[in-house]
Structure formats: C-alpha cells, structure tokens
C-alpha cells in the first residue's frame, strides 16, 4: 500500500479519541486502585481482629500435652487400670522432608529391618502433615536418653515421654473393664460431629481409646483434658521460642471407682481354673457388685498395644470365648436355680406350701413321660423339701396349677428379663416366656403363637425358652435374700469423687415376707441340711456364718433319645451347663455368689457349688463384721466342730443352728448318690 | 517546560544535555521510591539483612534506572523503526522456547544463550505495545474503529499470546492480551465491538476454564473461589496471604516484626506476596503510601502520553502504562485475595530482575516519548503499508 493518506482532521480525530479513551484508561485504573483500597481498608480496619487472632494462631503453637488417663480403683483404693511411662521414639511429618533420610538416620540409633521400614515409610507416608508417628515404643531408659541427646541434631525425629495404660491384674477385670485400644478411622469419623471431643487429643500418637466395658463407657470422663505448652513456631513447626508462661496445664482424667473388690475377683477368676463360665458375687443389702468375673479371661494389656492377628484369632476361635463377657452377654436356661422363683410364684397364686406332692421319679402329662432328675424319685414333697431335693415333678405339677404366666410375672419381679443400668455396655436381656412373648415371637406361625400346657412342665424347672444372664440371677438371689428390697445391681461406686446412686435406694418386692422367708428356708436346706442337694460342697467352715444356695442344671441338648444323663463320659461341648446360686450368712445375708459352669456337667453342686463357696470364704472373711462373728469366743465350751470335705455322705450330721432360724426338718428319702442334680 | 524559550531552533532539541533535562525527574524520583520501599521490605524479610535480596534488589534498579535514561534519550523515530523488528524476534524466539526453550517448575518459559538465561516472553509485553503502536500510527480513526484492517493487530496480539499460554504461563499470556487490547481501544476501536466482546468473554469464560485450563490452572481459579476450602492445600497462598494482610491492621506491626513473613508462613514473601508483607509491617497507611505511589505514576505516565505530538508516542506511552497498570492492580487483587493466584508480581516492589527490566525499558520508552513529544513521525521507511 502506498503512504496512508492521513488527513489533518482525522488526525485531530484520533488524537481526540485517544485523549478521551486515556481519560477512561486513567479512570480505570484509578477504579481499580479504589477498589484495592477498599479492599484492604475491609482486611485491615473492618476484620483486622479476626486476622490478627489468625495470625497469632499462626505464630503460636500449641503444642498438645497429652492428660494422664483416669485410674480405676476397685472399692478398696486398688488400682484396677493405671499408667506407666512409655519412652517413645517419633518421626514428625513435614511438608518436603526426606522419609526416606530420615528413616537411615533413625536405622543409626535402633534397629530397623526391610519389611518394618518398609512399613514405617508407608506410614510416614500417609500420615497427615506434623502428625507424628510412633516408630518405637517401651524403650529402655538407655535407648531413650541415648537418642534423647541426639534429637536436637536429627530433624524430624523426636523422642519422648508418654503415658501407656497397664492392667495390673492383666486378665481378672478384663470384661468389666475392657481396654483402650489405637483410634481407628472409624472413631475418628464418629468424632468428627462430636463436638465434646478433643480432636487433636484423638489424633495424639500416644492416645488410646476405650473399647470395652468401663474404658469404653467412661471414655470422655477417664480422658481428662489436654493441655498445651505454647510455643512460637515458624510455618515448617520448628520451634523458634518457648512461652512458659502460655501453658495450659492438662486435666487429668477423672477417676473411676467400682464397686468390685480386686480379692473377691481375683480369687472368682482363680476357682474358674480352665473352666468356661462366669461368677458374680454382689453385696444383698445395697446391689454393689463385688465381683464379676467371665472366664476364661484375657490379658487386656496386650489390646493396648494392638494385636497381632494371630493373637486375636487364636482368642477369637478358641471354643471357650474368652472374649465373650459370660456375666452379661451370655444367657443360660436357668435350669433348677429357677426354681424358688417358681415356688414364690406359686406362694403368691395362694398355693398351700405344705400341700404334697408325690414324687415316684416319673410323671405321665400330655402324652409323655415327664422324669425326675432321682430316678426313684422323692416320695411326698411339700415346698419345702422340693426346693431343697429339687424335685422336679413337684415344680413340673406346680407350674402346671399356677400357669406361665404367674410364673413370668414372678420371674421379672426379682430380676429376669431385663437389663440393668450398671453403667457398660453388653448386658443381653435374655427372655421370660409367657403367653403375650408366644403371640409375638411365633407372628409368622399361628398355630404355635397359643402356649402349649406341654410347655408349662419344663418352664416350672426352668427350661424351654427362659433364658437369663448371671447377674439377673445373682439379682434374684440377691432380692430373695434381701427379703424386701428389689434391689438392682450397681458396679460403679463413683465417677471423679461423685456417688453413684445406691442399688438399694428402689422399691419393695411385691412378695410378702413371709413367702420370701418360707423360699429362703428352702434354699437354706439345700445347703444346709444334710439330705440338701449341695449339703457336702456347703460347708463354709466359718462357724456359725452359713451359706444357702440353689443348686441347677442347664441342659444344653434334649435327653429323651438318650440312656443315662450321667454327663461324664461326653465331650465337653454336650455337657450340661452347671449353675450354682448361695447367699451367706443365712440368718443375715449380705453376700450373692452366683456361679455358671459352661459345660460342668449335671448337677450344680459337682462344678458350681464348690466354687461358690470359695468366693463366699473370700468375700465373708474380707468383711470386718463378719470375721469378729467368726472369730468371737464361744459362750459354750462345746462348740460344733465342722470340717469342710470331712462329712461323709448319709452319716448323721450334727445341726449347726446357732443364729439364723432353724430349717424345717426334713421328711423326705435319703438324698442319694452326691451331686448330679438339676 | 522551563527550557522552551531556546527551544524553538531546528535541531536545538536533539541535544544530548536539553533531552537529559527534558526527562521527567520527579517521575524517577516516584520509581525511586517505590523501589526503596522494596528494598526496605527485602531488608525486613531477610531478619534486617541486605542479603540476599535487598542489595542486589537496590543494584539491579540501580543499572536499569541508568539504562531507563540512556533508553529516554533514543530518538522515537529509532524507537518506530525498531518497532516491527523487536516484535519478530519477540515471536521467533518465542517459537525457539516452544522447540528448544528450557523447563522448570512445569512451564517451558525460559531460553539460554550462551549462559544467559531469559524470558521472550518478558521481550513480547514491549515487542506487541511497540508494533501496535506502529501500526496504528498508520491507521485512519476509521479503520481504528471498526475495518478488516484490525485482523492485523488481533493477528499481532493473538499470537504470542497463543505462544505464552501454551508454555504455559497464563498470567504473561493475560497481560499481554489485555495490554494489547488497552492499546485497540485506546486507538478508537468502536464501543459496540468492546460491548460486544465483553459479552462474549463472559459467555466464554466458564467452558474456557472447565475445558480448556491446565489441571493446576484450573484449581487456583476454583481455589479462589473459595479459598477456605482448602487452607493448607492451594488455598495456602491466599489464606496466609489474607492473614497477613488483615493482621497488619491500620499502623502494622512494625518493622521486622511481621510474624507472617518472618516465620514464613507466607509463601514467595519476597516475590509475588512482598505486598503483604509491607502490609502486615506497615498496615493501612503503609499500603496506601504504596498504592498512591502507584497511583501518581500511572497518572503521570498517562499524562506523557497525552502530550506527545504523535500518534506512534501516544500510544507506545499508553501501552507502557497499561501494562504496568495491570501489573499493579492484578498482584494487588491477587494479594488481597480478590483474584486467583497467577505469577504476576508487583512491579519494582518485587524480588526479581525480568520484570523490574521490562517495566524499566518500558519506562525508558515513556520517558523517550516525553523527551520526543514534539518529534514528527513519519510512517515513511519500513512502513508495512
């Protein structure tokens, strides 16, 4: 193109818009340079505060200390859960550092193999930025202070001081204790919405969890609250100037006190030796819970620091489930130890007590044969002698009068099919059968949704569907030799110095005494007349102070297609299910010792009575009271020896009667072969 | 001016002396204290140290501001014929960083010759203002207005913009895209092409960024959005940023005593976020003392470019102005948590020597302009016409 012919007007033109368009270009930029202002008028004069506490919560730290765990005492003061001191060795993640220097740097000052650096490095790895992750635990103090005084120079590696939660009597409280365990994902997750925890507690290496029982259901209480040590830090964490006077001392955790006594539970774990089963002793005059023990047990510290799989699995499949709380969650029928409830139940329908009954061994009902547990049966029983020779064909009979749903109204009374607010988790309510439970179990079967009189016999001994848990029949124990109070069970004392509410703050029984007095009386004669289904396995040898009992057998699997119930020879796993239930002392009950042997074979006083009294000399012995009983001179220089094996079976014993009323005679048959009895 | 009186003689302007007077001395002195408030930033971020940055900040300004007036005294009639052929090279060597150019942090930006490491970006924000200028100096205020001949310029600022984003550095590619379009309108594009392409930008801006950004691009523009979502991710930088800001309040915290900056919590504290740290040790007044700076600069500069005799001068000066303009008021908006973080720095504040060149060539040029404000022109020789 040739030269551009640029006129002088339009010349002016251009210059013309662009002076304008320079004015609006100056204008704009005079806009924007408003808008920054107004902008930062808004950061720094209208929000300023709100940064500045930003800011400061960028240059100080708070640097979490950790609080110590709460303890948990037994009644007496005893350290059931404590902590010790735990020399750890941390790698501290941070943006840009070299995992993998540093894990050559720690190779030089511990041992570190392939596989567990390879381990480490995957941690460290995923661990979110400045969460610390725990490389060794339990170091020696020499280990410790060996890398103490190399730390400064190693960036990124720290060692310290923190607490570990022990178990001092290791498997004895497991169950009703529980244990802490590392914070999983899920906790985390759950923890997220709950605003009432610490966050940055939970993500504290060292911190652990309750997972089970007490340790998990006083969690928040036993975790206090941590403090912080105020540092000023740069934006890689590091350090820069320590502000004592900005710490904020840690809360420690409040203490848990139990109602338990560590003797009574140590001793209960003892006498279960290899057996399955569960014991439960509690105080009758306020519901405490001495003991309750689940056996066989296990060593809850080894949860603290986390399992290995095969640990677990070998607990896990182990066919005595130790990690199953037997005291709670696992139900039983019953079996005999039902049977004053029925008789209460029967005293209450208006039943004549001395009304008898005749025992031939077997009784014809409904279309079959309905045995007793002696073979030759017990001849003429009243109630009296029914409780104390357990005789079934009476209770079958009695039942039968009263109807099941007496019998269900009785058996909720004092204790059965409910839970009770002990303060953990786990407790299962396990079941009383009665007319209304048919209509809703069976909604899918009409015809079975009637109760069959057939099943009436068997709920009278206390089997079929009726399903309890230890402590429901240590509370029924309890209530009976209570004699007035529906007393309900209570395990923890008091939660950072604050009483619990007592177990015996509740309603009366809706039982007379009388008939309360009348069933006591029976199950004084078990143990204490010599025709007593657990006479011989009684016997305290503590004097005058007594034991009452029940004995009872659960079985686990039908008898009609077999020849003898004689359990000895079988496998452990068709065994009856033995229980034993005492209260003592007899004239002035204040201890329940409640004793399941899963699988002891037939007969509560073979497996369950023995140990019962065991538990009872620990708990009575332990009783200031009862020991100046004990140990008192005798007015008369003819005091009743007693030995505690040496009665022979059928020899004419002397009557011990000191005390407590005297037990009815007894009018029945000999008692024959020992133990072995439902 | 004072010297005018003597001016009159043909050729008594093109002495070396009366085009040293004719350089605008108290604009310098703005520059010089914008500077200084860098360097005094530089000292307070190093713990009150000349090293690293503050010393080599003050040196570097001290070489370009002595080439700024060697720059001045270049006849404008150099400066156009030069035009077209730094523009070449701009957009050649722009392809050779395409082909040969080296990469670091991601982005292929940088170019070595002979051990000399550059940008030709940098070259192109001067090389598009320059060759626009040109162009338009041959243009009838119709043609600016709306003609095919403005495929010319839209050609020459589409394609090193093209070039710099695919390398990729989205915040060169903006301000020079948004620096040649201040010199379009300036030149008289007609208002209801920009109304138009407003409105297009708008319609086109959500796909551009769903489709057409980089992953990382993508994530500083969806960051800004809500840059609360993410404190400690890409957040970071405008979170910190913002708390620095915020914490300075109206007086600041003092003189090396910005937590923020000191600990580090600010990121690139003596580049692209050296504006919060004066904010955070100087506060409200600190930054409006800066900002006015800026303020009067881009004032004064504009004013140059109004006076000069030719259309070449006015515009070349404009185009300078814009793109400093941009520079201070996107850092600033970035700073402030008002746009998404690009690698845009604030201009003589910041550590940094590319970008305290290019703004200082082009101030050269702007001071060229004032001194050859009465200098004709002519699109004779060279013309692409």
Known sequence: MSEPSIFFFEVNERQGVFHRRAFLLGGFAGLGLLTLTGRLAQLQLVEAQRYQKLSAGNQFNYRLVPPPRGLILDRNGVALASNRPNFRLMVIKEKGMDVEATLD????????????????????????????????????WEEFSRINIRTPELPNISADMGEVRVYPFGGAFAHVIGYVAKVSDKDVEAARTDLTQDQELLHNPGFRIGRQGVEKAFDIALRGRAGAIKAEVDAQGRVVSLDPAGDIPATPGKEVRLTLDADIQNRALEVMGEESGAIVVMDCRNGDLLAMV?????????????????????????????????????????????????????LAAGIDPEIRVNCGGSWYYGGRTWRCWQKGGHGAQNMHDAIKNSCDIYFYQTALKIGPDAIANAARAVGFGQT??????????????????????????????????????SYGIGQGALNVNALQLAVMTARLANGQKALVPRLVKSVGGVEQPSGAAVPDLPFSKEHLEYVRGGMAAVANDVRGTAYRQSQLGLGDVQMAGKTGTAQVRSYDKVKTRNNASYTWKLKDHNLFVAFAPYDAPRYVVVVIVEHGGMGGATAGAPRAREVMRVALLKDPEIRARIERPMPLPEAPVETVDGVVEGAAPEEPEEGGPPPPQPTTPPAGTPGGHI | MTLSGGLSRPGERDRPIIKFMEIDWTFCLLLCLIAGSGALMLFSIAGASWEPWADKHLLRFGLYFVMMIVLAMIDLRVWFSLAYPVYIIGLLLLVAVEAIGDVSLGAQRWLSIGGFRFQPSEIMKLGVVLALARYYHGLSADSARFSWRLLVPAAMIGAPVLLVAHQPDLGTAMLIALTGLAIVILAGLSWRVIATGVIGALVAIPPFVLFVLHDYQRKRVLTFLNPEADQSGSGYHIYQSKIALGSGGLLGKGFGLGSQSQLNFLPEKQTDFIFATLAEEFGFI???WVLALYGVVIFMALRIASISHSHFGRLAASGVTATFALYVLINGAMVMGLAPVVGVPMPMLSYGGTVMMTVMIGFGLVQAVRVHRYTEVTSGKGSLM
Do not use: H
């Open chain 1, 294 to 346: 689940s056996a066989p047990s296990f060593d809850a510290n080894r949860f603290v620091k986390g399992l290995s799989g095969a640990e677990y699995k070998a607990l896990s499949e182990y066919e005595r489930k130790p990690l199953l709380d037997k005291a709670l969650s696992g139900t039983y029928p019953p079996g005999s130890t039902f049977k004053p409830t029925v008789g209460l139940a029967a």
């Open chain 1, 105 to 140: 740097d720690l190779a030089t000052l511990v041992p570190i193999d392939g596989t567990r650096r390879a381990r480490l490095l995957k941690e460290v790895n995923n661990a979110p930025r400045k969460a610390p992750v725990v490389v060794m635990e339990d170091m020696s």
């Open chain 2, 286 to 288: 600190g930054c409006l």
């Open chain 1, 420 to 457: 009770f607010d002990i303060g953990i988790p786990g407790q299962k309510k396990g079941l009383v059968p009665d007319r209304e439970w048919k209509k809703r179990a069976f909604k899918r079967n009409p015809a079975n949704q009637i109760w069959f009189p057939g099943e009436t016999p």
